[in-house]
Antibody
Framework: EVQLVESGGGLVKPGGSLRLSCAAS????????MSWVRQAPGRGLEWVGH??????????ECAAPVKGRFTISRDDSKDTLYLQMNSLKTEDTAVYYC?????????WGQGTLVTVSS | DIVMTQSPDSLAVSLGERATINCKSS????????????LAWYQQRPGQSPKLLIY???TRESGVPDRFSGSGSGTDFTLTISSLQAEDVAVYYC?????????FGQGTKVEIK
């Protein structure tokens, strides 16, 4: 059974940093493209970015609102996906979901809440 | 970025009745080389994570009941729930994956009348 478990969310001040983790199990993590999708309170879904498998180049892409501030990485030895978030803004407040990505997001974690507030 | 617009924003349907949700993309998501429409639908029940329902417009994900169906091509798409059940109360999102970034519609909330 595929499981994705996010952690690392919390309250942070504007301008601060946070690193989210996503522990994966139930599939061959190293072969998977992985993505982050966020959902602001009471709002819709927004793709944050993805990282390809190393066999597909291991490259990352991020959405324009977070480019230059957020970095996606992976540790295939630990079956873990990361999202390093720097220079956080109040508009980054959201539940952050980790997903597997085979063109579409076919498996989702339960999400972790990030609140950016002074 | 491709803008996805859903209608209506919400609808209330009686149990056992049909629910229809529309999704329009700002440009075609039909890839000419393989004739595939890069359009998916997700369901998000209250308090839960989103769940993939349908991809390639009409291919149901494993385990999705056949009362859910998708149709359309190019820029106009529809998700139909043929006979609404209580467990179908949720917000439904369309998504294009034709290009990066993948983008979602604003969501349609389905409730019981």
């Amino acid at each position: 059974e595929v499981q994705l478990v996010e952690s690392g969310g919390g309250l942070v001040k504007p301008g601060g940093s946070l690193r989210l983790s996503c522990a994966a199990s139930g599939f061959t993590f190293s072969n998977a493209w992985m993505s982050w999708v966020r959902q602001a309170p009471g709002r819709g879904l927004e793709w944050v970015g993805h990282i390809k498998s190393k066999t597909d180049g291991g490259t990352t892409e991020c959405a324009a609102p977070v480019k230059g501030r957020f970095t996606i990485s992976r540790d295939d030895s630990k079956d873990t996906l990361y999202l390093q978030m720097n220079s956080l803004k109040t508009e980054d407040t959201a539940v952050y979901y980790c997903t597997t990505e085979k063109l579409v997001s076919d498996y989702w974690g339960q999400g972790t809440l990030v609140t950016v507030s002074s | 970025d491709i803008v996805m617009t859903q209608s209506p924003d919400s609808l209330a349907v009686s149990l056992g009745e049909r629910a229809t949700i529309n999704c329009k993309s700002s440009q075609s998501v039909l890839y000419s080389s393989n004739k595939k429409n890069y359009l998916a639908w997700y369901q998000q029940r209250p308090g839960q994570s989103p769940k993939l329902l349908i991809y390639w417009v009409s291919t149901r994900e494993s385990g999705v009941p056949d009362r859910f169906s998708g149709s359309g091509s190019g820029t106009d798409f529809t998700l139909t729930i043929s006979s609404l059940q209580a467990e179908d109360v949720a917000v439904y999102y369309c998504q294009q994956y034709y290009n990066t970034p993948p983008t979602f519609g604003q969501g349609t909330k389905v409730e019981i009348k």
